[in-house]
Structure formats: structure tokens, C-alpha cells
């Protein structure tokens, strides 16, 4: 059969259905035709419109749950096997049993074990973080005192300095304001030809610059003997800081191995202790065990068969509830959005709405609508 010859009847095909659909009103779904339609036609993305719906939320939710019920009721089912399995191999075998049960004793002595290995793993968390914190503000004190003690230091070196400066402007100040005031009056009161006039001009303004120049020379010496000590301050600071701090971490080190120690020492005086204990147990138990199991066995194990056939029972009476009301909610929520589409189809006059959102048809995107009215 030629290619021509399959396009030709899938056409005819599309077409049949779209007239079909044309003359009942119905929402269409599958496959989109590939040809231009002369009927007014609607798509959706029926993905987008089902993802969008609030009763989507539900459903994932419901099968979610569904899921966890599955997983609990297989693993249910298997403990079952298991106990009715278990049930007939210790009634075959009663030497069997008796082992398992002192295999039990020892295995609540190896809980015990491993209760006290992390209590005292855990005490030695946090007696190392304890130490950690109190390190942290031991430095924090320390940094704290070393710093008052520098800003001390240098704000008395600092004042040392500007008293030397102030002392060192008053000696300019006797040096060269008589001249400069002299100066400053004759270029005031006294008649003075141009020549006298700018040769005291530039008298004064040699003086105040040379005066100006001395003082900024001190000023930016002492200025920098400062910033010299501060430097220098702050590297033994640093450095007072950095053998404080190794000596809090070896001090702590130390003491963390002496309690790590004291720890080590502890659990194996009480493995030892449960060791010996445990011997002795299961000497003294052995034939209490025997009894007891000859009486209680088969009622224990029944009892516990019967408990996990009802829990199983209530597994799969929640499982079939929560699959109704997921059938209802998928129904409600198919039964909603045709409800939409066929308002807006109805509303906007259209002949038909194709819900398999494929690009290759000539149609009105309705989705967005939809989705207005969902939401």
C-alpha cells in the first residue's frame, strides 16, 4: 500500500470522527486531525488543565498514601510469612527455639552495650564541646584585656605626643609671631612705597610657610612614630594571641584525652562486667526459658499471628476507602473541567474542543481559559 494511500485514509477517518463530534457537542479527545477544518474548533492542553486542578493536589496526596499503605501492608504480609513460618519451624523445633531465645538475652546485652558505647560517646560530644566553648571565651577575655591594655598604651603615647607637639608650636609661636605680627603692622599703619609693601608681603608669607612647614614636619613625625607603635603593638598582640591560643588547645587537648581515656576505661569494666553477668544468666535462664516456652509459646505466637492478620485486614480496608475516594475525586475532577470547556465552548460558539494538545492543528487555544475558570 502506497503512502498516499495511508494518508488518504487516516483523513477520512479524522473526519468521520470530527463530524461525529460536530453533531453531538461532545469534547473530543485523541489524536489531532492534520488538516485545516473549516468548523470552528477548540484545543486545551489537557496535562496543564489536570495538573492545574485543585482536586489534583488530593489525588497525589491520596497516592501517596496509597503507596505507604501498599509498602506496610507488603511488609506486613511479610512479617506474617515470616511469623507463621517462623511458628512452625519452632514448634518442629524446639532446641531451635531455645537457642533463639537465649540469642535474644544476648542480644538485649549487646543493646545495652551499645547504649552505654553511645552515652559515653555522647558525654565525650559534649565535654569536647564544653571545652570548645569555654576556650572560645577564654580567648575572648584574653582578647578583650590585651586590647584595653593597647588602646591604654597608645592613647598615653598618643598624648605623650601632642603635648610634645603643643610644647613645640608654642616654641614656633615665640619664635616667629613677633616677626610675623611686626610684619603684618607695618603693612597695615605704615606708608610704604610698592617695592618696601611687597617686600614685607613676601616676608610674611615666608615666615608663616616656614612656619607651617615645621610644625606639619613635627606634626607628620610624631604622626608617624604612632602609626609605627600601632604596627608594632599589633603584631605582639597577634602574637600574644596566637601562643594564648595554642596553649588553651594543648590544655584542652589533654584534658579531652584524660576524659576520653577515663571513658575507654569505663566501658570495658562494663563490657567485662556484662560479659560475666551474661554467662551467668544464661546458665541460671536455660531451664526457666525451657519451661516457660513449653507453656507460652504457641499462645505468644498465635497471638502475635493474630495481631498482624488484623492489622492487615485494616491495611486493606484504608487501602480500598482511599482508592473510592480517589476514583471519585478523578471523576469530579474530569467531570469539572469538561464542564468548563463545554461553558466556554457554548459561550464563545465553538463547534469543537480537541482535549490531545498537539501543534499541528488550526484551532482556538482554550487552555488558559479553562485554567481561569479552574482556578
Known sequence: MSRYRLTSIG???VLIVLLIALFTGNVVQGERPKIKSKSKIGIVDMDRLLDNHPLTKQIKEIDKSIANYNLTLKNEVENLNNLQKDTK?????????????????????????????????NDLKEYYQQLKDNMNKDLMSK??????????????????????????????????NNKIINLKLKLKF????????????????????????????????????????????????????????????????????????????????????VEEGLKEDLSSKEEELRRDMEENLTTTENRLI???????????????????????LINNRLESIDNIIK??????????????????????????????DIG
Open 306 to 328: 493474630s495481631k498482624v492478620k488484623t492489622k492487615i485486614s485494616s491495611l486493606k480496608d484504608e487501602i480500598e476507602k482511599l482508592e473510592n475516594t480517589r476514583k471519585e
Open 343 to 372: 461553558d466556554i465552548a457554548e459561550t464563545r460558539k465553538i463547534d469543537l474542543v480537541i482535549t490531545d494538545y498537539i501543534q499541528n492543528v488550526d484551532g482556538i487555544d482554550l487552555t488558559e481559559n479553562v485554567l481561569e
Open 190 to 273: 605704615n606708608d610704604l612705597s610698592e617695592e618696601e609693601r611687597d617686600k614685607y608681603k613676601n616676608e610674611l608669607k615666608k615666615l608663616s610657610v616656614e612656619k607651617e612647614e615645621k610644625l606639619a614636619t613635627k606634626e607628620n613625625y610624631y604622626n608617624q612614630k604612632i602609626q609605627d607603635l600601632i604596627k608594632k603593638k599589633e603584631a605582639e598582640f597577634n602574637n600574644s594571641m596566637k601562643e594564648y591560643q595554642s596553649s588553651l588547645q594543648q590544655k584542652a587537648e589533654d584534658s579531652y584525652a584524660k576524659k576520653e581515656e577515663e571513658a575507654r576505661r569505663e566501658l570495658n569494666k562494663y563490657l567485662t562486667s
Open 11 to 13: 483523513v477520512v477517518v
Open 89 to 121: 519451624e519452632y514448634l518442629g523445633n524446639f532446641n531451635s527455639q531455645l537457642n533463639k531465645r537465649l540469642e535474644l538475652v544476648k542480644d538485649n546485652s549487646m543493646k545495652e552495650i551499645a547504649n552505654r558505647r553511645e552515652k559515653l560517646n
Open 143 to 176: 582578647k578583650e584585656e590585651l586590647q584595653s591594655e593597647l588602646k591604654d598604651e597608645i592613647q598615653a603615647i598618643s598624648q605623650k605626643y601632642e603635648e610634645k607637639i603643643s610644647n613645640y608650636k608654642e616654641d614656633l609661636n615665640d619664635k616667629y
